[in-house]
């Protein structure tokens, strides 16, 4: 049952950076950690080289061995910090491949209400906007700003074995820019969190905004649309705003330290001098230290910033990743086998509540193996919900509810939906080729000859040949189908698939009579070797069904025959007359 220890949720997949995405990277990780440390390493060596040139200067000795070490060192810190950096950039990349491969496979295998209730829209920014932020925890995290502490260390050492007095004038006045920079930094990534949030909020809109264009067009509200997604842009922005002035503050802080450091080392220095302590070359190598100090200073109180940006996106990761999957989804091995004679789908007393609000209480009905079974009633009675349940794209929480004879929570989800195929009131069809469409619930490729077959059942094969590629003309963008065609494309997908049951929500719109004789036709041929369950908006359904049940706010009223219902159940005879109602249906049917 759910909720019961059997159906409990496998542990969900947790982002864990370093030893999972980076997998297999490591070594070459390594690698480029080692190069951008020897063109550290050179840059350190300059300023001591720079000593033994003033130095030889000052002796009058030979110029060329310093001179060529200068040069050779610039050399190799230019080649290594090349390398490193093409090479860490890959490794960002794949990195983030990865990543967005995971994500958008874990967010297919969320339950559908998990991803309604996240918002389609903030799903994408986190591959899109979190996924380009997180990159930068590769370069800057796992090198860049250890390489960065490592410079300043050794720079604050060697200057110290120049001058420790000095050292510690110079320690001073970063201590005092490191205290001011540490209060932004705490506030960076709390900006970030919100402005992420508020990235993933617009784009939600947007999407939905987009999704729902011919409504918006329709109704004449552009404008009305534009302007309530241009106040959410300019939350976006307030925020960004917000984060800009923070990390704008950076450079300036640490320029200030840089500056104090530097008058007040040239005075210390120039004391220390005039007291013997310290020699002009040494001072001149001391003051290089200093100025160099800076980009490694600035690399990490950046990097410190950026790390706590790509640590707010790995937590936004961390929560999608933790949502846990539609039970039981992974399991593809393990076939059930139907149990024989059963019922195709049987409810008994299932209740189901969309969080507050119930929709189903204590439903039970009954359809059988083959033949066709309609479910009947007023807007809202829970029809719908109950494919929904049927495919287990939601869980009941009270009630049994069998598919050909097993519990539906017994089955491996990837074995209940191959031996149930659902047709949404959309007929939804994927953006990709009408071919692809055709084979979505076919393990292989079917050939022209099977699918141009189908689709002459379906009375579509003249109009997919039309099409500028055929059975190859990518639907969904420049090239779609009219709805009646969508509608044949949906069905002969079905007849495609081995189901046993077929699960059909009737498009409440009215079909011409052709495409309304056809739908009838084929749902007809296809209940005579399985099940069709169809939420019935029309008339012409109800009277072809072998079994009509009847729902009212959740419950079954009654089930039968359709002339048995009209012949004894008043509700059924008002909904065919209101809701069902087409007389002139019931006189040419
Ligand atoms: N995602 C959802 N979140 C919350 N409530 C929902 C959701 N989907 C449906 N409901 C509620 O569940 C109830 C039953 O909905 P359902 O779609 O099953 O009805 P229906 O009988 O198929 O209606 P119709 O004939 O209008 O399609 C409705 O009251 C609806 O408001």
Redesign the pocket.
């Known amino acids: 049952m759910p909720g019961s220890p059997e159906h409990a949720v496998a542990t969900p997949p947790r982002i864990r950076l370093w030893t999972d995405l980076l997998r297999g990277d490591r070594l070459k990780l390594a690698g480029a950690a080692l190069l951008a440390l020897v063109s550290t390493g050179t840059t350190l060596a300059v300023p001591i080289v720079v000593k033994d040139v003033l130095t030889a200067f000052a002796q009058h000795s030979g110029l060329l061995k310093p001179v060529s070490v200068m040069v050779g060192l610039a050399l190799v810190g230019a080649v290594t910090a090349a390398v490193s950096g093409r090479q860490l950039a890959r490794l960002g990349e794949f990195l983030i491949l990865r990543l967005r491969d995971r994500v958008m496979a874990h967010a297919l295998r969320l339950p559908l209400?998990t991803v309604?209730a996240a918002g389609p829209g903030n799903l994408v920014a986190r591959i899109t906007s979190d996924a380009m932020v997180l990159r930068s925890i590769v370069d800057v995290g796992v090198v860049q700003l250890p390489i960065a502490v490592l410079t300043v260390v050794s720079t604050l050492v060697v200057m110290a074995l120049l001058d420790w007095v000095l050292v510690l004038v110079t320690i001073g006045s970063f201590a005092l820019a490191g205290a001011v920079i540490g209060v932004v930094m705490i506030r960076v990534r709390r900006n970030f969190v919100t402005q992420q949030t508020a990235l993933g909020e617009l784009a939600q809109r947007f999407t939905a905004a987009l999704d729902a264009l011919p409504t918006v067009k329709a109704y004449r509200a552009e404008t009305r649309v534009a302007n309530h997604l241009s106040d959410e842009a300019q939350r976006l922005t307030t925020c960004a705003l917000d984060g800009a002035r923070l990390q704008s503050l950076i450079t300036p802080v640490l320029n200030l330290g840089q500056q104090l450091a530097l008058v007040s080392v040239i005075l210390g220095g120039g004391a220390r001098i005039a007291d013997g302590h310290l020699g002009v070359p040494e001072f001149a190598a001391f003051l290089l230290y200093l100025l160099q100090l800076v980009a490694p200073v600035t690399v990490v109180a950046t990097g410190v910033g950026r790390l706590q940006a790509g640590r707010a996106a790995q937590e936004r990761f961390d929560e999608l990743l933790a949502l846990p999957a539609e039970e039981g989804g992974e399991e593809a091995a393990g076939r059930t086998e139907p149990v024989a004679g059963a019922a195709a789908v049987e409810f008994t007393d299932v209740s189901f509540a969309?969080?507050a609000?119930p929709?189903l209480r204590g439903l039970s009905f009954a359809a059988p193996a083959r033949g066709l079974t309609a479910l009947v009633?007023?807007?809202?009675?829970?029809?719908?919900?109950?494919l929904?349940l049927t495919d287990r794209f939601d869980t009941a929480q009270t009630g049994l509810i069998r598919v050909l004879g097993r519990d539906v929570h017994d089955w491996p989800l990837p074995e209940l939906r191959r031996r149930v195929a659902y047709v949404d009131?959309a007929f939804t069809l994927l953006e990709g080729t009408v071919r692809e469409n055709l084979e979505l619930g076919s393990a292989e490729p079917l050939g022209d000859a099977v699918l141009l077959d189908t689709l002459d059942r379906v009375g579509l094969r003249q109009d997919v040949l039309r099409l500028p590629d055929g059975l190859d003309t990518v639907l969904g963008r420049a090239t779609d189908l009219s709805g009646g065609q969508r509608q044949r494309l949906a069905l002969a997908r079905v007849l495609l698939t081995d189901a046993d049951v077929i699960l059909l929500?009737e498009p409440?719109s009215q079909l011409d009579a052709i495409n309304e004789q056809r739908l009838r036709d084929l749902v007809d041929s296809l209940a005579e070797t399985r099940a069709v369950v169809v939420?019935a908006?029309r008339l012409s359904t109800v009277l072809h069904a072998d079994r009509v049940v009847l729902?009212d706010a959740?419950s079954v009223v009654d089930a039968g025959p359709h002339e048995d219902l009209l012949a004894r159940c008043p509700r059924y005879q008002d909904l065919v007359t209101s809701q069902l109602g087409h007389h002139r249906e019931l006189q040419t049917v």
Do not use: E, I, P, W
């Open positions: 209400t309604r969309h969080g609000q929709v009633g007023a807007s809202g009675a829970g029809k719908s919900t109950v929904s009131q929500d409440t939420v908006h729902l959740g």
